[in-house]
């Protein structure tokens, strides 16, 4: 079983900075298709970025296209979700998922068979 364990989140003003991680447990964790979604209160759960097995290539949600950066590191079987810029509006939990299949459709979350538990970020106005 692949367990998926995110940290950076928190309280954060309007046009700062996160950095959100999600570590895996699986060691062939570079093979696998990544992901980020959130949710906030009351919403459904969105597509924020994900990236494909070899990493080079990223996909991004609209709303946050040009201001986060999906990243990874092969060798702590970690991956990064950079956020700058950040608005009220991206406050929400923030969740890490993976899948060992490639050529996927990376924007659906029933493509994903592993999540995080979830991390919150706020953003203050």
């Known amino acids: 079983q692949v367990q998926l364990v995110e940290s950076g989140g928190g309280l954060v003003q309007a046009g700062g900075s996160l950095r959100l991680s999600c570590a895996a447990s699986v060691r062939t964790f570079s093979s696998y298709t990544k992901g980020w979604f959130r949710q906030a209160p009351g919403k459904e759960r969105e597509f924020v970025a994900a990236?494909?097995?070899?990493?080079?290539?990223?996909y991004y949600g609209d709303s946050v296209k040009g201001r986060f950066t999906i990243s990874r590191d092969n060798a702590k079987n970690t991956v990064y979700l950079q956020m700058n810029s950040l608005k009220p509006e991206d406050t929400a939990v923030y969740y890490c998922?993976?899948?060992?299949?490639?050529?996927?459709?990376?924007?659906?979350?029933?493509?994903?068979?592993?999540w995080g538990q979830g991390t919150q970020v706020t953003v203050s106005s």
């Open positions: 998922a993976a899948t060992p299949r490639s050529g996927v459709t990376t924007r659906l979350s029933v493509t994903y068979d592993y």
């Open positions: 990236i494909n097995w070899s990493g080079g290539i990223t």
